[in-house]
Structure formats: structure tokens, C-alpha cells
T-cell receptor, first 116, second 111 residues
Framework: GAVVSQHPSWVICKSGTSVKIECRSLDFQATTMFWYRQFPKQSLMLMATSNEGSKATYEQGVEKDKFLINHASLTLSTLTVTSAHPEDSSFYIC????????????FGSGTQLSVL | DAKTTQPPSMDCAEGRAANLPCNHSTISGNEYVYWYRQIHSQGPQYIIHGLKNNETNEMASLIITEDRKSSTLILPHATLRDTAVYYCIVRAKGGGNKLTFGTGTQLKVEL
């Protein structure tokens, strides 16, 4: 199946610093990618839709200035958590939409962010 | 996206078939039924999807009722490695259409 690579797998940072998470579609081009976050024992919550070459669309309640999304190429989207605080600690997951042959979303392996 | 309803948890004996139900009574004509699963601390894994016909692949079978208001995911011979949270999601095709996760079913496969 299609592969989506997400990096890093986990990161620990100090409060106030920024953290960048990368999401790459390795064997297909993805004009659309999605970013989710997940708290322990909860379901995935959609944060934003990332479209190649245009601004991301954020879900209600998600601060666009805090969670910066860049989708500069058809195979790469990045999520930057700016000025991270402990409440931003969460599991972040990206997904890439593969069109053709039956539209499917493939997910990265996730990034566990811990803010001290 | 239409809402889906799934039982919060199910148990299954290893080697037996696991039948996971999903209710999507408000599904629209252009919405597909997707199934994903998530093993602890990993990203969701695509299993199968369909529109109105039953589908089968190497992982599972998807049975959709004729009125499309419900579906069942079948894992024919469950193994311990199938223990995961299974999500049933309905979504229309198109880049702008989101995949919205509900609470899913925690399947526990036991010896």
C-alpha cells in the first residue's frame, strides 16, 4: 500500500519553543493532506486541511497562528507548533489523500509531542 | 459527513470471524463507507471501503446493506494482532471532503 512518512516519531521540547513535524507521501502525489491530533483514549480530531500551493483550512477552534501549516510541494506538508506549551502535548498524525484507483487516505505513523 | 454509530467494544476469540457493525442511517448517495483501524500509538491503517456493493480484499470483507444505512466489517480469521480500535467513516470523494473520525469500536481478540 501507499506509504506516508511522518517525522519525527516523538519529540520533547521546552515550553515556548517551536516544533516542526514533517509529513511526506513517498510513492504518490498528494494535493491534499490532513492534520489530526489525538489525546489519550480519545479519537482523532481533525485540525486542518492542507492544500498544495494554497492556505490551509483550519477547523473551528484551532488557532492558525499557533499551528502553522505549509504544503509547498505535492509530497510534503509541515505542521509547526509555535511557542509550544504543555497543553499542546499530544499525538499528532498526518494523512495524505491519494486519488485514482479509489480515493484513499493514508496516514503517517504519528508524532508524540511532549512539552515540558 | 454523515455520522456513524458503532459499539464501543467487542471481544472475539482468536481464529474466529470478527463482525464489526456500523450504523450510518443518514448516509448520502455519494458517500462511501470507509473502514480504518488504529493500533495503540500508531497512525490509522486503511482496511477497505465501498459505495454500495460488497467488497473484499486481503484484509477483510465489507458488507453494505441494500438501503446503505448500515454495514459490517468482517475479519474472517481474527488474530491477536487484529486487536485495535476500528473506525467506520462515511465520506464523499473529493479533495475538500474530510475524513471525520467517530469513537470507533475497540476490538479485543483473545486466546
Amino acid at each position: 500500500g501507499a506509504v506516508v512518512s511522518q517525522h519525527p516519531s516523538w519529540v520533547i521540547c521546552k515550553s515556548g519553543t517551536s516544533v516542526k513535524i514533517e509529513c511526506r507521501s513517498l510513492d504518490f502525489q498528494a494535493t491534499t493532506m490532513f492534520w489530526y491530533r489525538q489525546f489519550p483514549k480519545q479519537s482523532l480530531m481533525l485540525m486542518a486541511t492542507s492544500n498544495e500551493g494554497s492556505k490551509a483550512t483550519y477547523e473551528q477552534g484551532v488557532e492558525k497562528d499557533k499551528f502553522l501549516i505549509n504544503h509547498a510541494s505535492l509530497t510534503l506538508s509541515t505542521l509547526t507548533v509555535t511557542s509550544a506549551h504543555p497543553e499542546d502535548s499530544s499525538f499528532y498524525i498526518c494523512s495524505a489523500l491519494r486519488s485514482g484507483g479509489g480515493e484513499k487516505l493514508f496516514f503517517g505513523s504519528g508524532t508524540q509531542l511532549s512539552v515540558l | 459527513d454523515a455520522k456513524t454509530t458503532q459499539p464501543p467494544s467487542m471481544d472475539c476469540a482468536e481464529g474466529r470471524a470478527a463482525n464489526l457493525p456500523c450504523n450510518h442511517s443518514t448516509i448520502s448517495g455519494n458517500e462511501y463507507v470507509y473502514w480504518y483501524r488504529q493500533i495503540h500509538s500508531q497512525g490509522p491503517q486503511y482496511i477497505i471501503h465501498g459505495l454500495k456493493n460488497n467488497e473484499t480484499n486481503e484484509m477483510a470483507s465489507l458488507i453494505i446493506t441494500e438501503d446503505r444505512k448500515s454495514s459490517t466489517l468482517i475479519l474472517p480469521h481474527a488474530t491477536l494482532r487484529d486487536t485495535a480500535v476500528y473506525y467506520c467513516i462515511v465520506r464523499a470523494k473529493g479533495g475538500g471532503n474530510k475524513l471525520t473520525f467517530g469513537t470507533g469500536t475497540q476490538l479485543k481478540v483473545e486466546l
